[in-house]
C-alpha cells in the first residue's frame, strides 16, 4: 500500500526534489531537468496545499490523478488544484531527458487579489490527468514565455507593484490555456463527436432502463464515470459542441422520454413523473414548465 505524504509548502516540494530553496516563499518556477526525485517515489502518493501548472516532456514517469493516468508523450500542459491526490509508476517506454517546468503557486499569494476567487472557475484545474492539455509548438513556446516572465518578474528585487504583475501573468497564462483548451475541444471532431454518441446512446439506455424507479435519474457525475471523462471536462465538451451542459442533456432526455409517455398513455402525471425517478411530482411539472413553458397536462391537453 502506498503512504501518503503532504506538501504544505512550496519549499517542501523544493527538499524532496533535490532543488535549492525557492527564491520566493510562495511561487516557484522549477526548472523540470533539474527535478531528482527520491527512488520510493513510486511507493508514495501526495496531496499538496498549492497550485501546480506543468509543461513536461519525457516524463519517465506516467503520473495518476485517482485512477487516471497522464500521458505525457506529446508534451501537455496540466493544471493541478490543491488537494488532489496524485501518485507516479513507471514509465519505461520514455527515451531522452526530461525537460519542461513546474510553476508552484501557494494561494497564499493569490490572497487579496481577484484571481483568488477567479482561478476557481478555472475549469481546467478539475478535469482528470488524462484529459491534458495538447499545444503546438507555437503555443508551447507562448507558454514559455509566459512562465519566464513571471519568474524573472519575482526574481527581482520585490516592490509593490511585484505581486500584481506577476498575477497579470498567471491570468495571462490561465487564459490562453482556456483558449487552448476550446481550441482542443474543436480540433478533436472526431473523439468529441464519438464522445457525444456515447452520451446519447447511454441517456438512452437508462430512459429505457425498467429500474429507473430504483436507480433514480442519471447524474452528472455518473454519466461522467461512465465516459471516463471528469464531470467539469465532459461539460466545457458538450457545451463546445452543443451550447449545452451535461445536466442540461440529461434534461433534455427526459423531457423527450415525458412527452412520448404524455402523448402516448394514459398513465397521470405523478405515475409518469415516478417512472422517470422523480419522488416529488411537482419536481417533475417544474422542470417540464421550464423546459416546454407548458405543464404536463398542458402538453397532454394538446394532443387532444
Given at each position: 500500500m502506498k503512504t501518503m505524504h503532504r506538501f504544505k509548502k512550496v519549499g517542501d516540494y523544493h527538499k524532496f526534489a533535490?532543488?535549492?530553496?525557492?527564491?520566493?516563499?510562495?511561487i516557484s518556477l522549477v526548472d523540470y531537468s533539474q527535478?531528482?526525485?527520491?527512488?520510493h517515489i513510486t511507493d508514495m502518493k501526495w496531496t499538496q496545499d498549492?497550485?501546480?501548472i506543468g509543461l513536461k516532456r519525457n516524463i519517465p514517469y506516467k503520473f495518476y490523478y485517482g485512477q487516471?493516468?497522464?500521458?505525457?508523450?506529446?508534451?501537455?500542459?496540466?493544471?493541478?488544484?490543491?488537494?488532489?491526490?496524485?501518485s507516479l509508476g513507471d514509465n519505461p517506454n520514455i527515451q531522452g531527458s526530461p525537460t519542461g517546468f513546474l510553476l508552484l503557486v501557494h494561494p497564499d499569494f493569490l490572497w487579496n487579489s481577484s484571481l483568488a476567487k477567479q482561478i476557481k472557475q478555472y475549469g481546467f484545474f478539475d478535469y482528470a490527468i488524462n484529459e491534458a492539455l495538447f499545444l503546438s509548438e507555437k503555443e508551447e513556446q507562448r507558454m514559455i514565455e509566459i512562465l519566464k516572465n513571471i519568474e524573472k518578474e519575482y526574481q527581482s528585487n520585490i516592490d509593490?507593484?511585484?505581486q500584481k504583475i506577476v498575477l497579470s501573468q498567471l491570468e495571462l497564462l490561465l487564459n490562453y490555456a482556456e483558449r487552448f483548451y476550446e481550441r482542443q475541444f474543436?480540433?478533436?471532431?472526431?473523439?468529441?463527436?464519438?464522445v457525444l454518441e456515447q452520451l446519447e446512446?447511454?441517456?438512452?439506455?437508462?430512459?429505457?432502463?425498467?429500474?429507473?424507479?430504483?436507480?433514480g435519474l442519471p447524474t452528472v457525475q455518473g454519466v461522467s464515470e461512465q465516459l471516463h471523462l471528469s464531470p467539469n471536462y465532459l461539460s466545457n465538451l458538450l457545451k463546445s459542441l452543443t451550447g449545452q451542459s451535461t445536466q442540461q442533456h440529461i434534461h433534455d432526455k427526459l423531457i423527450e422520454k415525458a412527452k412520448l409517455d404524455l402523448s402516448s398513455t394514459n398513465q397521470s402525471v405523478s405515475e409518469i413523473a415516478y417512472q422517470l425517478g422523480f419522488e416529488q411530482p411537482a419536481s417533475f411539472?417544474?422542470?417540464?414548465?421550464?423546459?416546454?413553458?407548458?405543464?404536463?397536462i398542458e402538453f397532454r391537453r394538446s394532443f387532444n
Open positions: 533535490n532543488l535549492g530553496a525557492p527564491e520566493h516563499p510562495l527535478v531528482s526525485y527520491p527512488s498549492y497550485y501546480t487516471q493516468a497522464y500521458d505525457f508523450d506529446e508534451g501537455v500542459m496540466t493544471f493541478i488544484a490543491p488537494k488532489q491526490v496524485l509593490k507593484f511585484s474543436i480540433t478533436r471532431k472526431i473523439t468529441n463527436h464519438r446512446s447511454y441517456l438512452e439506455s437508462c430512459f429505457k432502463d425498467a429500474d429507473l424507479v430504483d436507480k411539472s417544474k422542470l417540464f414548465k421550464a423546459k416546454t413553458e407548458m405543464s404536463p
